[in-house]
């Protein structure tokens, strides 16, 4: 696999230096800010006749961000190819063990077949260096340090005037860091579709549009000390996202949408869910500053899995209802120093109330910081 990424490294950028012009561009960003459980823990567990609450549970702490991105862009009269490189940390004051780091690396190439037909290539490489497991997990127990590896190819079509539709194939391999003499991984095969229609409203162009996508998804829970695959599943998910762009004013534009997002258990049709909800996204961009928002309300039925209280099984199937706010904002100080805000939230609900177990439960992660980014 590290193999195949090089390859494709080297035929992307031999393919981009042929071309007539280059962009480069870097930015770097620092931020200082707290975040509230960042280990997504529920606020309570019962544990050998024990209740902990959220000062053994929950870790906080003031935090130091910094984030590098190198972007590389070249065009020439038929193809474009662009590369970004982003490493960044997060430090926490408080707690120091839980520190973190990652990086991606993204290429991507594109080729004018004719008038109405491109050809598209996209490679990716992730890699998150942290400790510790996720806290919102449900069936499967996920570190939340991985490796992982990923690429698409396709076509865009315009067919007619202000539309375009682009249909990729794509593989992605996702390798978790080990867990004890527990390993995780999966291979992901997917075929996604998107078709957008520009339109004119008085003065300005409005968006509408349609995003599927079909994935499988096969994991395998391996033993480290021998690599015996010893736990499998077979998961196929479905995705689709109706949206539309409405640029109210020059500056200004807001994009309702409504997703769907379905899990099916192929193997012994116990973890399957449905998900569905509205979002929204807000953008403005002035001479100096520029805000972005976006929430989204989300509720996911289990097909299976029953709830339970400190009872026992309850008679209802698990529910879980996400919501999830995010706003950035930047002010340009000069030409090329910018002050920048952000602020994070998702909350989780569920009628999962037994304090005896930790997965399903209700949690709560947020966070907020303020800095500056310089761009070169």
Sequence with gaps: MNRYILLVTLLFTNIGLAQQSENHKFRVLTLSGYEYNYLKSPDEVLFEGTVLGRDSLINSSVYQDIDLRYSFKTEGRYSTFSLVAAPEARFFYEQPEDSYWRFSLNLSYELELSKRWDYLAFARFKRNDREGLDGAQDILINPLGFTQYEAQTGVQYRPFRYNKMILLAGFRHKNFDPFGVRDLEYNQYELSFTTEQRFKVGRRFQKIGIELAARKRLYQTLNTTNEIPDGERDWDYLDATAFLELRLTKAFKITPAFNYYQRIDQLIDRSGFTQ???????????????????????????????????????????????????????????????????????????????????????YRNQYAGLGLQWRL
């Design 276 to 362: 569905y909800g509205p979002r929204l996204g807000l953008r403005y961009s002035g001479d100096k500053l520029v805000l972005s928002a976006s929430t989204a309300f989300n509720t996911r039925n289990y097909k299976t899995f029953e709830a339970r209280d400190q009872s026992g099984l309850t008679g209802e199937k698990i529910k879980y209802e996400y919501v999830n706010l995010s706003f950035n904002a930047t002010w340009q100080l000069n030409e090329s120093l910018y002050l920048r805000a952000e602020v994070y939230s998702r909350v989780r609900s569920t009628n999962y109330t037994d304090i005896t177990a930790r997965s399903f439960r209700n």
